[in-house]
């Protein structure tokens, strides 16, 4: 268990609808990203939040959005959504450490959310 | 960002030690290297990191030899709970701000038979 924790486990919907996801970081952790799965695929990095601000992009559209709220926890928001939005959504949280230098930090994944468009 | 190349898949019996070879010709001087587990319908689990030389804790290995242009990933005594994907990640972007943000290959998928 990561302390990690996010909702919907499941979520079924169709072409066009909009979706929220949401998820709670391990406490004390101060950077929460996101990572859509497809079906035998690494995950791809989708944003990051730091401190409640984005902080980095990956090749996703603009209809991909986020939030992270005062207490860490974080929500992806998906618009108009596509038949390729199908896949797994992973949250990762991890507590940034500038100072750390290139010593990279521990991310912390939860156990995503399956979202199916129909 | 330092490409990585990994075996597709791999099988073993329980019992066995596994290695699992990595390989990244264009690693960066700062790039450090982690391995993450991944168990079907779960989010990726942070197994080991290096920078050189060897590195031990209690679920793995990690050797890295002088050119850091491959890295090894060693399971000793695979059991059946190891069957999983392991990823290798190499040279992940850090905007000096949060956290790295990981770069994912298509992993290796580790089999552990009877």
């Known amino acids: 268990e990561t302390g990690v924790t996010q909702s919907p486990t499941h979520l079924i919907k169709t072409r066009g609808q909009q979706v929220t996801l949401r998820c709670s970081s391990q406490?004390?952790?101060?950077?929460v990203s996101w990572y859509q799965q497809a079906l035998g695929q690494g995950p791809q990095f989708i944003f990051q939040?730091?401190?409640?601000?984005?902080?980095g992009r990956g090749n996703f559209p603009p209809r991909f959005s986020g939030l992270q709220f005062p207490n860490y926890s974080s929500e992806l928001n998906v618009n108009a959504l596509e038949l390729d939005d199908s896949a797994l959504y992973l949250c990762?949280?991890?507590?940034?450490?500038?100072?750390?230098?290139?010593?990279?930090?521990?991310?912390?994944f939860g156990p995503g959310t399956r979202l199916t468009v129909l | 960002l330092a490409k990585t190349t990994q075996p597709i898949s791999m099988d073993s019996y329980e019992g066995q030690e596994v290695n699992i070879t990595c390989s990244h010709n264009?690693?960066?001087?700062?790039?450090?290297i982690t391995w993450y587990q991944q168990f079907p319908s779960q989010g990726p689990r942070f197994i080991i990191q290096?920078?050189?030389t060897k590195v031990t804790n209690e679920v793995a290995s990690l050797f890295i030899p002088a050119d850091r242009k491959s890295s090894t990933l060693s399971l000793p005594r695979v059991s059946l709970s190891d069957t999983a994907v392991y990823y290798c990640?190499?040279?992940?972007?850090?905007?000096?701000?949060?956290?790295?943000?990981?770069?994912f290959g298509k992993g290796t998928k580790l089999s552990v038979i009877p």
């Open positions: 939040y730091y401190r409640e601000e984005e902080n």
């Open positions: 264009n690693i960066a001087t700062n790039d450090y």
């Open positions: 406490s004390g952790h101060n950077t």
């Open positions: 990762a949280s991890s507590l940034a450490n500038p100072l750390a230098g290139q010593n990279g930090d521990t991310q912390y």
């Open positions: 990640l190499v040279g992940d972007q850090y905007s000096g701000a949060g956290s790295y943000q990981l770069t």
């Open positions: 290096g920078y050189k």
